[in-house]
């Protein structure tokens, strides 16, 4: 192909970018098109101005290909050889991979925070704890890269690091912005999105809500006025009586967008590949698409927070996660 007919491709790509897919939720109906738009993704190259900028103006930041590929993709294959067990995926296909068994159930494979089976949840809380997992998590890049974000001269990523599997069909994550979950630390945080494999939009991807930190900033301070009378153990609990049952602040996108949003702001999503890391901010609201991948893929990504080192963390993070742990 001659040059000047790839710099055309590429002029027609950032003028014309690809259609958005349909993009859903737990509940509801779609989103609604003209409510949805494409992250901006940056790369490694890009001046630490531009970045700290970029993070602070929109409250994420998209890195591609921070982590090389192939050390995401050999997690991933870890990841599932410990689930073999239970049947999730598709006979013959490798644990590289990642694809899941439709004759299963999804609703019996929901992974963290849903399955059902005594035996699933012993292997889910021995994935948290493998040393092959908590090495990933000091990967050197990723480390790195916090540190000169923040401006840190030293980073404490919390023992409570999570490992999501989503199945297509399953449950996906709902609305919400992190504080509601670590709202015992007074020191700001970072969240790192870790998609561990590649992950469409239609994937089981995150999806943020453009510009919604001041939003989650607002809905924070009215939690905090409304549980005055709670107990300070009550106050920092995610699951207490004036929230959600599963600390959520919705399961359908669209009308959260729409109704307490004022149908002001998108959704965000992006065409995640492994290797791809996503940081924002406390308040920023987001949620996962529903997971209807093509291909079968399921969805597995780690949710990682970190604090300034000797910053007021919440304590309660600064264990492995276990699916009895309460928070």
């Not at 296909?93 to 005594?118: K, V």
């Not at 998108?266 to 093509?294: C, Q, S």
Request: aromatic content about 8%; charged content about 25%; some cysteine.
């Amino acid at each position: 192909m001659a040059s000047c007919d790839v710099q055309t491709l590429l002029h027609d790509s950032i003028i014309h970018p690809p259609k958005l897919p349909t993009l859903r939720s737990n509940q509801g109906s779609h989103v609604e098109a003209a409510s949805t738009g494409w992250m901006q993704s940056i790369t490694t190259d890009t001046p630490w101005e531009q970045m700290n900028a970029r993070y602070e103006r929109d409250g994420y930041l998209w890195v591609k290909n921070l982590i090389p590929r192939e050390d995401v993709l050999d997690m991933r294959e870890h990841y599932f050889q410990q689930l073999s067990p239970t049947g999730i995926l598709l006979p013959s296909s490798s644990p590289r991979d990642g694809i899941f068994d439709p004759a299963n159930d999804p609703l019996a494979h929901q992974g963290l925070g849903g399955a059902p089976d005594p035996a699933t949840l012993a292997l889910l809380d021995t994935a948290h704890a493998t040393p092959a997992y908590r090495r990933f998590l000091t990967h050197p890049a990723l480390r790195a890269f916090v540190r000169h974000l923040m401006r840190w001269r030293a980073e404490v990523l919390v023992d409570r690091a999570m490992l999501r599997h989503n199945c297509p069909g399953s449950r996906s994550t709902g609305v919400h912005y992190d504080k509601l979950f670590l709202r015992a630390g007074d020191a700001e945080f970072l969240t790192a999105w870790v998609p561990i494999g590649d992950c469409r939009p239609t994937g089981g991807g995150l999806m943020y809500l453009e510009g919604s930190g001041e939003l989650g900033e607002e809905m924070e301070a009215e939690f905090g006025r409304d549980a005055e009378g709670l107990s300070p153990g009550e106050r920092v609990d995610a699951f207490n009586r004036l929230m959600m049952e599963d600390g959520f602040l919705s399961h359908d996108a669209e009308e959260f967008g729409r109704v307490r949003a004022g149908g002001k702001l998108r959704w965000l999503v992006g065409d995640y590949e492994a290797g791809d890391v996503v940081f924002h901010k406390p308040y920023m609201i987001h949620a996962a698409t529903k997971n209807e991948d093509e291909l079968g893929r399921i969805r597995l990504a780690s949710d990682l927070r970190f604090y300034e080192e000797g910053a007021a963390l919440d304590q309660r993070w600064m264990k492995v996660w276990r699916h009895d742990d309460g928070l």
